[in-house]
Structures are given as C-alpha cells and as structure tokens.
C-alpha cells in the first residue's frame, strides 16, 4: 500500500482524561507520513472535552451524547477518511511506527486485518511483564476455523491492536449499538470485528508488541463482578453467535451455531462455575487457572488464586517443592479444596510430583474436562 493513501487513528473516549493526552500524542506521533487523528468523546463527564479542546486542529474532534463504545466506533468511522483504520482504546498507547509496519503488508489486496500484541501496563505505565493476548496470534486464512469454532474461534488482540481495511469495514459497518440493552459501557465491538474479518480475507501478525494496553480497575470491565461479567459476556456470545450465523448463511457457508455455544470459552466457564457452586459451596477453595478465570469473591464464594501473595495471583510456581510447600501454607489457613481449571490443566503434566503428592494424599472428587477437583478436608 503506497504511503500516499489515508491511515486514520480513531481514539474512542468516556472519561479517561487522565490518559487521554496520552493516547492522542501516541496518534499524533505515527512516523506512517499520511495519519489523521480523530478522537471520539461519548459524553465524558470529566475534563476530557477540555484535553480534546487543547489539540486544536492536530486532530478532529467527534463530540457526541453517551451511547456506548459501540457508537464511537460507528461515529468515528463516519468521520474517517483513512483506507487503514486503527481503533484506539483512551486508556491505551500505539508505539510510533506501527502504522507504518501495518501499511507496509496491505499490498495485499486479500489483506483485511493486521494485528499485534500489546504490553499490559499499570495505571502509572509501569510493565507488568505480561502481554495481551498472553500467547501467539493467529495469522493467515481463518476462515475454516472461525466456521469451526465461531465466535470464540481464537484470543484476539484487543481493540488497539489491530488495523483494518477500510474495505472491509464497509461490509460490517454500521455495527450494532447494544451496550443499553444489555447494560454495559462496552459490547466489545473489537471481537464483533474480529469475529467477522476471517469470513472476508486475510490476517497478518506483526510479531513483536506495538503499544501499551493498560490496566487500571476503573473501566467497564474491571468494575463488574465476576457473575455479572460472566452473565454479560454469555448474552454477547449469544448475540454474536447469531450474527456470525447470519453473514455464514447469507455467504452460502453452512455452520452448527450449537456446536460453537458447546466448545464456547464462555459456556465452558458457566458450566464450570455450576459445578463449582454445587459442590463446594461457600467453603474456601484454592483456584488454579492461570488467573484466566479472573474468578472474585462475589457469589458467596472464597476463591484463593494459586500461586497467590497478600491475596493476589502470583504466577506458577518455580518448582514442585514451591507447589507444595505453597499448597500446604493455604491449606493449614482454611482451604477446604483445591480446583484445576482447564486452563492449568498442563500443571499436572508440568509439576507431577506435585501431582503425584495430591493423588496419593487426597480424594479427587471430581474430574471431568472443565475441572480437576481435590478434598483438602482429610488425608487419605
């Protein structure tokens, strides 16, 4: 793609002033020659519309009532110009030269989506060491997966990780605004995309991490409990679900939306979260998952993360005596059971000795392909 042609940086905003200087300057910063700026504020409360103000014509600015992340989306593009569109999150940073790298791979006329990881930082912009997505991402002709799997097919980057082809969005947008619907701030409009785009071309993955995704506990996200993130999530796999069924069909692609709910991430969860709930109840359990769960006390429940420290998840351990030694600590501090999520299913390969000293010294009273569950109660 010549560098001649439009690249548009669209920065969605509600309320995110004290970050948002910083997401415009990492916009306004691209070495990509030809980037417009265009920053959406869904009717922010604090001095965001005074930031915005302060930039002048170094961008455009959208100024609209609150209707949700979906319709920033769907104003911002409105506004756009750029054949290459970039959504940025306010709370997030794109480091200068990915635009730049992404144009580089749209010469390809079948190329729709571009993507990259993100480093995940604090509220102060301190590394945590961790990225989003934690694990490679796909690249290439999705397609036959996504028909597979569907809405879940894949862990996808985050809406700053991506750019797009003003030709595809064309075919998906406008998108629908459904946050008042199911109550929430956000509808995740940055899976609705990606959820889409294999049906329509090619994906590219830039291999090393292009910007900063922050984590501060003040989004929409962070401020749910567990259950009723989970409740909202299940209602939007259902909503996607039966929108990716309908581009499928309309394509002549025959698909088995009741096979994807089955193998769903979130499905899976619920199922395992009933499971959970029937037999421990509100006794106190030792979670380890890989802190995918994000699991929280709401519910009745007492969950304790696995490595943990002053409450919080730690990581793995170092060794199957850390296993160990870690385990018998919480045990002796109250904790009934121990559960094995899918999702850390490898440390019973990885820590078999630690695996061998719970089998041999407690009842395992469940195992199935969600959950591996042991009785700290009584030793064998």
């Not at 499971?275 to 995918?292: H, N, S, Y």
């Not at 007492?302 to 490595?307: C, E, N, W």
């Amino acid at each position: 793609m010549s560098k001649d042609l439009q690249a548009s940086i669209i920065i969605n905003n509600y309320n995110y002033g004290r970050f948002l200087a910083e997401a415009i300057d990492s916009a306004l910063s691209q070495t990509y020659p030809n980037t417009e700026v265009i920053v959406v504020d869904d009717g922010s409360t604090d001095n965001s519309r005074e930031i915005i103000a302060s930039y002048g014509d170094k961008i455009i600015a959208v100024l609209k009532e609150n209707a949700g992340q979906t319709s920033t989306f769907n104003a911002g593009f409105r506004a756009a110009r750029g054949e290459i569109i970039c959504f940025l999150d306010s709370d997030d940073v794109l480091l200068p030269a990915v635009l730049e790298q992404a144009a580089s791979f749209f010469t390809n006329t079948n190329l729709i989506k571009v993507h990259w990881s993100l480093w995940i930082v604090d509220a102060h912009s301190r590394k945590t060491g961790a990225l989003k997505p934690p694990h490679t991402i796909p690249e290439g002709d999705l397609l036959d997966l996504v028909i597979r799997d569907g809405p879940d097919s894949a862990v996808w980057s985050p809406t700053s990780g991506n750019a797009w082809s003003r030709q595809f969005l064309e075919k998906v947008f406008p998108l629908p605004e459904v946050e008042k619907e199911f109550g929430v701030g956000s509808a995740s409009a940055d899976a609705y995309l990606s959820m889409l785009a294999p049906l329509f071309g090619h994906i590219k993955r830039i291999e090393e991490p292009q910007g900063f995704y922050r984590l501060h506990g003040q989004n929409d996200h962070s401020a749910m409990s567990f259950d009723k993130k989970l409740k909202r999530d299940l209602q939007l796999f259902d909503h996607r679900s039966a929108i990716l069924s309908k581009y499928c069909q309309e394509m002549g692609v025959n698909v088995e939306p009741d096979k994807w709910k089955e193998n769903s991430w979130f499905y899976r969860l619920h199922l395992a979260t009933e499971e959970i709930a029937k037999l421990i109840g509100q006794k106190t359990f030792i979670l380890v998952d890989d802190d995918a769960w994000m699991m929280d006390d709401s519910d009745n429940r007492s969950v304790i993360p696995f490595l943990e420290r002053n409450g919080q998840y730690w990581g793995a351990p170092s060794d199957n005596e850390t296993a160990i030694r870690e385990l018998e600590r919480l045990r002796q501090s109250g904790a009934n059971f121990l559960v094995f999520a899918w999702t850390a299913f490898w440390w019973l390969d990885f820590y078999s000795e630690f695996h061998y000293y719970l089998r041999t010294k407690f009842s395992c009273v469940l195992e199935n392909e969600r959950l591996v569950i042991f009785d700290l109660r009584a030793e064998l």
